[in-house]
């Protein structure tokens, strides 16, 4: 790494920091305004208070750092130009694509921590947020209404159950599927498949299915009326809660699970839209910075105000594209791996046409 390098990307890295905490601190003050309600009628101790926002804190850091980079970028790049600093380097020779990239692998190394942040740190500590909010926050809060469609447990090491939909008020499940996997977990051995399950109270009992044994190409089918399952140890309270969000899993989990509703014949799409996305956001860092660098390489006069104004124009119209490309990805009207990328596509695009006309 050279002295220029060391010197552009000191310059980068000291805005991105400071706009990285800025944003930070401002989300979880807003959150807490909002929150102050619940914390004082619930009387929650300010050890718990202080451990939620540890725990949200890897989710705003995910959220914030396209924000940050831009604003990172824009400062930089647009604080060197002002100063003839990008024309003197221009002027000894050196292109702009040279002068541009420590910001651009700097882009590319922070998209890989985001990436791998958010399949290792993020769901465990969005679930623990999660935890501290339903036990101490949220303690009225009737959680029998949410989160009851395709339902995926683990009974045992070899043993999964899918419940395509559960109706509380008669403590009923539909569309039951329980699959056993040899040790390996490669190959599906026995699979139970049933329209219901009912709670009689102290158990469950699953109702009018059927068994199917897998032996190597062979397979044996026996139809039964009803299978006692004492096994079963959640109650059906516990079904409201069991089946996170997909922030809440990593992206192997997410996979697993979408793998489980294609078996059951359920629509993956919306929850593949949200699978491609935990791969196509934190690319975002590095096409905004793509975007953002070039165009601030230019000498203008507009000062800070500026800067930090487009900067929020640009992440709002960004952010307002992948939301709308996640909302058409749901509902189908378009394919869940464009709907992900789209806002990646349109803006790599604009930033690639922007760095050729800024080059020139």
Same mark, same amino acid.
């Given at each position: 790494?050279?002295?220029?390098?060391?010197?552009?990307?000191?310059?980068?890295?000291?805005?991105?920091?400071?706009?990285?905490?800025?944003?930070? %601190?401002?989300?979880?003050?807003?959150?807490?305004?909002? *929150?102050?309600? #619940?914390?004082?009628?619930?009387?929650?101790?300010?050890h718990l208070i202080?451990?939620?926002?540890?725990?949200?804190?890897?989710?705003?850091?995910?959220?914030?750092?396209?924000?940050?980079?831009?604003?990172?970028?824009?400062?930089?790049?647009?604080?060197?130009?002002?100063?003839?600093?990008?024309? %003197? =380097?221009?002027?000894?020779?050196?292109?702009?694509?040279?002068?541009?990239?420590?910001?651009?692998?700097?882009?590319?190394?922070?998209?890989?921590?985001?990436?791998?942040?958010?399949?290792?740190?993020?769901?465990?500590?969005?679930?623990?947020?999660l935890d501290i909010?339903?036990?101490?926050?949220?303690?009225?809060?009737?959680?029998?209404?949410?989160?009851?469609?395709?339902? *995926?447990?683990?009974?045992?090491?070899?043993?999964?159950?899918?419940?395509?939909?559960?109706?509380?008020?008669?403590?009923?499940?539909?569309? $039951?599927?329980?699959?056993?996997?040899?040790?390996?977990?490669?190959?599906?051995?026995?699979?139970?498949?049933?329209?219901?399950?009912?709670?009689?109270?102290?158990?469950?009992? $699953?109702?009018?299915?059927y068994i199917r044994? @897998?032996?190597?190409?062979?397979?044996?089918?026996?139809?039964?009326?009803?299978?006692?399952?004492?096994?079963? #140890?959640?109650?059906?309270?516990?079904?409201?809660?069991?089946?996170?969000?997909?922030?809440?899993?990593?992206?192997?989990?997410?996979?697993?699970?979408?793998?489980?509703?294609?078996?059951?014949?359920?629509?993956?799409?919306?929850?593949?839209?949200?699978?491609?996305?935990?791969?196509?956001?934190?690319?975002?860092? @590095?096409?905004?910075?793509?975007?953002?660098?070039?165009?601030?390489?230019?000498?203008?006069?507009?000062?800070?105000?500026?800067?930090?104004?487009?900067?929020?124009?640009?992440?709002?119209?960004? @952010?307002?594209? $992948?939301?709308?490309?996640?909302?058409?990805?749901?509902?189908?009207?378009?394919?869940? =791996?464009?709907?992900?990328?789209?806002?990646?596509? $349109?803006?790599?695009?604009?930033?690639? @046409?922007?760095?050729?006309?800024?080059?020139?």
């Open positions: 790494m050279t002295i220029l390098d060391k010197y552009i990307s000191q310059k980068f890295l000291g805005t991105l920091a400071f706009a990285l905490i800025a944003f930070s %601190a401002i989300y979880i003050v807003v959150d807490m305004i909002g *929150y102050l309600d #619940k914390f004082i009628d619930q009387d929650v101790p300010l202080i451990k939620y926002y540890a725990y949200y804190l890897p989710y705003i850091i995910v959220l914030a750092l396209p924000v940050a980079m831009l604003l990172a970028s824009l400062f930089s790049v647009g604080q060197m130009s002002r100063y003839n600093e990008v024309v %003197a =380097m221009s002027a000894a020779g050196i292109s702009l694509f040279r002068i541009l990239l420590p910001l651009f692998l700097i882009g590319l190394i922070i998209s890989a921590g985001t990436l791998y942040i958010g399949e290792r740190l993020v769901p465990y500590t969005n679930q623990k947020k909010f339903t036990n101490y926050m949220d303690k009225a809060r009737n959680h029998n209404v949410s989160r009851n469609k395709d339902i *995926y447990l683990q009974i045992t090491k070899n043993q999964w159950l899918n419940i395509g939909y559960f109706d509380s008020n008669i403590n009923t499940g539909y569309k $039951i599927s329980i699959e056993y996997f040899d040790d390996s977990y490669n190959k599906i051995v026995r699979r139970i498949d049933a329209p219901r399950m009912v709670w009689d109270g102290t158990s469950w009992a $699953i109702l009018n299915g044994t @897998f032996k190597g190409e062979n397979e044996e089918v026996e139809l039964f009326e009803r299978i006692e399952r004492p096994d079963f #140890k959640f109650r059906p309270n516990d079904l409201s809660k069991v089946q996170k969000k997909a922030e809440e899993m990593s992206y192997w989990e997410l996979r697993r699970f979408i793998g489980n509703i294609k078996r059951n014949g359920g629509d993956p799409n919306r929850w593949l839209v949200d699978l491609y996305l935990k791969i196509a956001f934190p690319f975002a860092n @590095f096409i905004i910075v793509l975007f953002g660098a070039p165009l601030s390489s230019r000498k203008t006069r507009s000062g800070p105000a500026i800067s930090f104004g487009i900067s929020l124009l640009i992440c709002f119209l960004y @952010f307002g594209i $992948i939301k709308t490309g996640q909302a058409l990805g749901h509902n189908g009207t378009l394919t869940p =791996m464009l709907a992900a990328w789209i806002g990646n596509i $349109i803006f790599g695009t604009a930033a690639a @046409f922007i760095f050729v006309k800024m080059s020139k």
